[in-house]
């Protein structure tokens, strides 16, 4: 069965960084959108970082020239680097494989994580 295992996550002063990983098995990523999401208490999730088939990424408008998102395709492992972190980023951190290989921002995401916690303090 397919599977994501986020790791990276912790505890981080404003203004500090932490690099999220995502590691699949049962599937690899390459073909496929990949999304960060994250969801805060009492909030929506929200997209945050996605990455297409071609490596062609996209980002929410609250974090473009903060965070990062990246793929090895040979290790099926997608990353999201994440600096400048504020505390408005402290949420839960989801990765997912959608459906499509391209038009990330808009394809159903099939395969999730259990998630890994963001906790920004200032």
């Known amino acids: 069965q397919a599977q994501l295992v986020e790791s990276g996550g912790g505890s981080v002063q404003a203004g500090g960084s932490l690099r999220l990983s995502c590691a699949g098995s049962?599937?690899?990523?390459?073909?496929?959108?990949m999304g960060w999401f994250r969801q805060a208490p009492g909030k929506e999730r929200e997209g945050v970082a996605y990455?297409?088939?071609?490596?062609?990424?996209s980002y929410a408008d609250s974090v473009k020239g903060r965070f990062t998102i990246s793929k090895d395709n040979a290790k099926n492992t997608v990353y999201l680097q994440m600096n400048s972190l504020n505390p408005e980023d402290t949420a839960m951190y989801y990765c997912?494989?959608?459906?499509?290989?391209?038009?990330?921002?808009?394809?159903?995401?099939?395969?999730w994580g259990q998630g890994t916690q963001v906790t920004v303090s200032s």
């Open positions: 049962g599937f690899t990523y390459s073909r496929y959108c």
């Open positions: 990455i297409d088939g071609n490596g062609i990424t």
């Open positions: 997912a494989q959608g459906l499509s290989h391209y038009g990330c921002t808009y394809t159903t995401y099939n395969y």
